[in-house]
Nanobody
Framework: QVQLVESGGGLVQAGGSLRLSCAAS????????MGWFRQAPGKQRELVAI???????NYADSVKGRFTTSRDNASNTVYLQMNSLKPEDTAVYYC???????????????????WGQGTQVTVSS
């Protein structure tokens, strides 16, 4: 099992900044992708940013130039730095970690897809 603990959400005025953190623990194995999604009231969950094991990043068009994702490999923590926040960025933000573990004498492979509990980000106008 892989546990994800998020932190850093809150209330901020438009134009402000927040930094989200997501720490992974447990049977992590090899992490393939760490990402951030968000879900606003009445809307579907959408991709915000992803970071691959090769350090490639991809961002939603709506956040390009304002958000940056990074990773601390030593602590298996992924960050989302959010600058120039807008009211439309208001949502619950979820981190997502996908990886592979190998266990047992036969190195049985298991692929996992774990989600954080979500953290509320509210941007006031």
């Amino acid at each position: 099992q892989v546990q994800l603990v998020e932190s850093g959400g809150g209330l901020v005025q438009a134009g402000g900044s927040l930094r989200l953190s997501c720490a992974a623990s447990g049977s992590i194995g090899s992490i393939n992708i760490m990402g951030w999604f968000r879900q606003a009231p009445g809307k579907q969950r959408e991709l915000v940013a992803i970071l691959t094991s090769g350090s490639s990043t991809n961002y939603a068009d709506s956040v390009k130039g304002r958000f940056t994702t990074s990773r601390d490999n030593a602590s298996n923590t992924v960050y989302l730095q959010m600058n120039s926040l807008k009211p439309e960025d208001t949502a619950v933000y979820y981190c997502n970690v996908r990886g592979t573990t190998y266990s047992g004498i036969n190195l049985a492979r298991r692929i996992y897809d774990s989600w954080g509990q979500g953290t509320q980000v509210t941007v006031s106008s």
